[in-house]
């Protein structure tokens, strides 16, 4: 008997034409597509719907024999996804290891194998990617391979549900039955994504396949609902409702939190859902997503979302110097053209193939997985952490405890080499409006003629504490320490995701608890570390972590510019450094963080607030005035906007951290002799 096949519909092409475009202007950073992520809702849902009506079909054609073919279902499954999968996977393996396109991504050898075998979603997961994270990815640093998560998803799902459509079919008895029993459990899962979103957060609500496997399985519902009944025309009507609906969500959604993070999606395929429903009787939405345009790009929608991020992380603004509606436009072309070959030359042939027996396509689809999957561990570099951190320079360069001896001047008539004296006038930052004013006394922003550093009796002792940002920072310090061990010795004493304010609950998504640690590392931890190696400079940093919203009682939402916060920012800010004196510290500096950049979030973000930032360089200059001669403020972001580095993507790759080189630059032309001068207090 023949496998039964549905009537092609090209209405149906029509909605992947949708959803994918939606997904690319999304990732395309255009203005107002901020939902657009939610086409992936759609592809799943519409998935549901197709896959359930085959099976369907075919249980039919067996006369209610449970005699669905499950090897035929995974051979023509495997046919269809697995050939462009293949390729793209295996394209980035080579390119990673043929050029420096993908440098930057330390977990792209993980990615590869996790998309490889089909499940990115739970590799992302357990790894320390996060849609939460907003400081974590950089679009220069982007995996080539994120987009590989929605199609983990798909195909878990399609290995599973051939066999729970057998059982379901022994269950009800009747399509009524079987009906119902799907409907059970699409109410199930529907009701589950809620709960994952509340007791595991927002990237398992979007992530992990329980709490996104209702979108798919009300596409089966829909199936299920549709077989062999005749409609009434005015669906047509529903169609229409659910495909404005659907692109209002495009626009609604926001980028970062909102009801994709709590468990809402299932709402999305029960809309999803409609429209595929009414699209089965004629009306005009059905005539305009038939159109050839439409009906063309559905066909390759497959292929254009598997190529289009690897294409985009490739094509993005550090290598291509256009504006983001041309930049878009470049990206979808690049995409379309790779999209259309693969199709034609590619995956219609194999799927058209004389290759046809389930024994050969399963040993030809585990031999080329095998293949691509020893070509990712043996060319592929393997991830070496954040793309910031040092090789053995940071220890190399620590400070030795047993050091002795003050840090005093040999001769003070004399200048130690790569040191003289200068004339400095950096530019002025503008505070806001209801900052307090800068100190003049202790910072470095005002014009002042510096006096010579003279040769010193033994290295500077620094300690460097702070966030990711004065971890990054650290490691150009220490890679100058390497190369001048007569001027300095540095330890990196960062804890990363901590700030300095302490206790309550930052924003970023969704409320989320202060670390622990991070109450640990403030308030004893970071003073024990000094207190062991007696520093002559503790260098603090924070950048984003700080001016978050928080709040310290449930109803409350505190920004920095709001006086109680503030107020806490000035008084934990005073404490620490307090703290360190006692703890042996002989001076403190504290640096004013830039301003991150992050140059591919077209949303903004409050870490990019300049206003909030101004309340911590107000309370740095109130401690400064208030520990004259043994706390010094150091105004980092007026000499990175005099040397262009503020807007330099390639300096900063994700907006926040600076580059080794970048680092290494700001430590030997400004951040060491800064250090070295307040030490000394000249």
């Known amino acids: 008997m023949n496998r039964p096949r549905m009537v092609h519909q090209p209405a149906l092409d029509g909605i992947r034409a949708v959803s994918v475009l939606a997904v690319l202007l999304f990732h395309g950073e255009i203005a107002g597509f901020d939902g657009g992520y939610v086409g992936v809702s759609v592809f799943f849902t519409l998935s549901g719907f197709l896959i359930t009506s085959l099976l369907i079909a075919e249980h039919a054609a067996t006369d209610g024999i449970d005699g669905i073919d499950v090897s035929g279902f995974y051979v023509r499954r495997a046919k269809r996804l697995l050939p462009a999968s293949l390729l793209c996977i295996a394209a980035i393996a080579v390119l990673s290891a043929t050029t420096d396109l993908f440098a930057g991504v330390a977990s792209l050898q993980r990615d590869l194998l996790g998309g490889l075998f ?54 009800g008895r009747t399509h009524r039955g079987r009906t119902i029993v799907v409907a059970v459990i699409t109410a199930l899962f529907a009701a589950l994504a809620p709960v994952i979103a509340a007791v595991w957060g927002p990237d398992a609500a979007y992530w992990s396949t329980p709490a996104r496997a209702a979108e798919i399985l009300v596409g089966a519902l829909a199936a299920f609902l549709v077989a062999g009944r005749t409609l009434s025309p005015r669906w047509h009507l529903a169609a229409a409702a659910a495909l404005v609906t659907l692109c209002a969500t495009f626009v609604l959604f926001p980028s970062v939190g909102g009801p994709a993070y709590r468990g809402a999606l299932p709402l999305v395929g029960a ?83 004389f290759v046809r027996r389930p024994r050969e396509i399963g040993l030809i689809a585990l031999g080329t997985t095998a293949a691509v999957a020893v070509t990712a561990v043996l060319v592929v570099p393997a991830g070496t952490g954040d793309y910031w951190g040092g090789d053995d320079t940071a220890a190399a360069a620590a400070i030795d405890p047993v050091g002795e001896g003050t840090l005093a001047p040999l ?21 806001a409006a209801d900052a307090a004013p800068a100190s003049t006394t202790a910072s470095t922003s005002t014009t002042t003629t510096l006096a010579p550093i003279p040769p010193l009796a033994r290295p ?35 804890e990363e995701g901590c700030g300095f304010v302490r206790g309550g609950e930052f924003l970023v998504q969704e409320w989320t608890e202060t670390d622990p640690r991070c109450e640990r590392w403030a308030e004893t931890g970071l003073a024990e570390q000094v207190g062991e190696l007696t520093p002559d400079v503790v260098m603090l940093l924070t950048t984003s972590w700080d001016v978050l919203d928080r709040r310290w009682s449930p109803d409350e939402q505190l920004s920095p510019v709001d006086p109680a916060y503030a107020q806490r920012i000035h008084d934990d800010f005073t404490i620490l450094t307090q703290r360190l004196l006692d703890a042996g510290a002989a001076h403190v500096v504290w640096v004013r963080e830039p301003i991150p950049n992050v140059f591919w979030w077209s949303s903004g973000q409050t870490q990019e607030d300049p206003a909030r930032h101004e309340i911590l360089y107000a309370a740095m200059d109130d401690i400064a005035d ?57």
């Open 118 to 171: 089909q499940v990115a979603n739970w590799v992302f997961l357990a790894g320390d990617g996060s849609y939460q994270q907003l400081f974590a990815d950089a679009a220069g640093q982007a995996s080539p391979l994120e987009h590989y998560w929605s199609l983990a998803i798909e195909e878990q799902f399609y290995w599973v549900w051939p066999l729970a459509f057998v059982g379901i079919a022994r269950v």
């Open 460 to 494: 500077m002792r620094v300690v460097v504490a702070g966030d990711s940002t004065a971890e990054a920072t650290g490691f150009g310090l220490a890679q100058w320490a390497v190369e001048r061990p007569d001027l300095a010795q540095v330890s990196i004493l960062a």
């Open 271 to 353: 809309v999803s859902a409609l429209l595929i429903v009414g699209l089965q009787v004629p009306g005009p939405v059905r005539s305009l997503l038939s159109l050839s345009l439409f009906a063309w790009l559905g066909r390759i929608s497959y292929g254009v979302y598997l190529y289009h991020w690897p294409v985009f992380v490739v094509l993005d603004s550090r290598r291509v110097d256009l504006d983001t509606v041309p930049l878009f436009l470049l990206r979808m072309a690049v995409t379309l053209v790779l999209a259309q070959a693969s199709f034609s030359l590619f995956e219609r042939p194999v799927r058209n193939g």
């Open 626 to 682: 208030a520990y004259p001669g043994r706390v010094t403020v150091v105004d980092l972001p007026a000499w990175l906007d005099e040397q262009q580095l503020s807007t330099d993507q390639e300096a900063r790759p994700d907006g926040v951290h600076w580059s080794p080189e970048a680092s290494a630059r700001i430590a030997r032309d400004f951040l060491g002799e800064r250090l070295l001068r307040a030490a000394l207090g000249i």
């Open 411 to 431: 001769a003070v008539a004399t200048t130690a080499p790569g040191f003289a004296a200068e004339t400095t006038t950096p530019p002025p930052t503008a505070p």
